[in-house]
Structure formats: C-alpha cells, structure tokens
Nanobody
Framework: QIKLVESGGGLVQPGGSLRLSCVASGRTFNDYPMAWFRQAPGKEREYVAATFRGTFYTDSVKDRFTISRDDDRNTVFLHMNNLKPEDTAVYYC???????????????????WGQGTLVTVSS
C-alpha cells in the first residue's frame, strides 16, 4: 500500500519558521515529481511548491519557502520561513509517477496524497 505521511505542522508566530516532512512508503518516488499543496479554511486547495529535476514555487511563497528532498529516505521537505497569518492552512504532500507533467500546479497531475498537517500562524 502506497502512503504519504506528513508531519511538522503546528502553531507558530508571524515571522517564525517550520519544517514540514513527508515520508513515502510502499514504493519509491526517487526521480519522480513531488509537491506541496495547502488548503486554508473555506478555500480551494492550492499549489505551493514542487520538486522534479529542479524546484518550482507559487509566487506568494518564493523567497520564503524551500522545497527539498532526500531520495535515500523517500522524503520531501518544505522549509517555511517568515511565516505570515495567510500561510495558515492544512498542508498536503502529493506525488506523481508521471515524468511528463506540464503544469505542476494542477492537483489532477498527482496520484498520491497525504492526509495533511495543520500549520497555524498566529500571535
């Protein structure tokens, strides 16, 4: 059974930092696209960042968030700095077995999803 399990969420003050982790099991995703999405209360799930032979970000998190991966551990990370209240959301890890994704921001391009981890940015 293929599973993605996120961790690392929590409550942080504005300007603070968190590191999210997503561990995959059941198959390896080495050299396959992996991404982070988030869903704020009452809003659609939105793309945050992806990694596949490079790193890609939505504009609102550029220069604040960094996506990275450790293929030996089948793990992808999201390092979040200078967090803002508008970053509050449930963060989801996603993985694809398609090397030919043209648009990493589309949810339909990812076959596997984690259960999410909540990040709350508040003073």
């Amino acid at each position: 059974q293929i599973k993605l399990v996120e961790s690392g969420g929590g409550l942080v003050q504005p300007g603070g930092s968190l590191r999210l982790s997503c561990v995959a099991s059941g198959r390896t995703f080495n050299d396959y696209p992996m991404a982070w999405f988030r869903q704020a209360p009452g809003k659609e799930r939105e793309y945050v960042a992806a990694t596949f032979r490079g790193t890609f970000y939505t504009d609102s998190v550029k220069d604040r968030f960094t996506i990275s991966r450790d293929d030996d551990r089948n793990t992808v990370f999201l390092h979040m700095n200078n967090l803002k209240p508008e970053d509050t959301a449930v963060y989801y890890c996603a993985a694809s077995t398609n090397w030919f994704i043209l648009d990493y921001s589309l949810r339909r391009n990812y076959e596997y999803w984690g259960q999410g981890t909540l990040v709350t940015v508040s003073s």
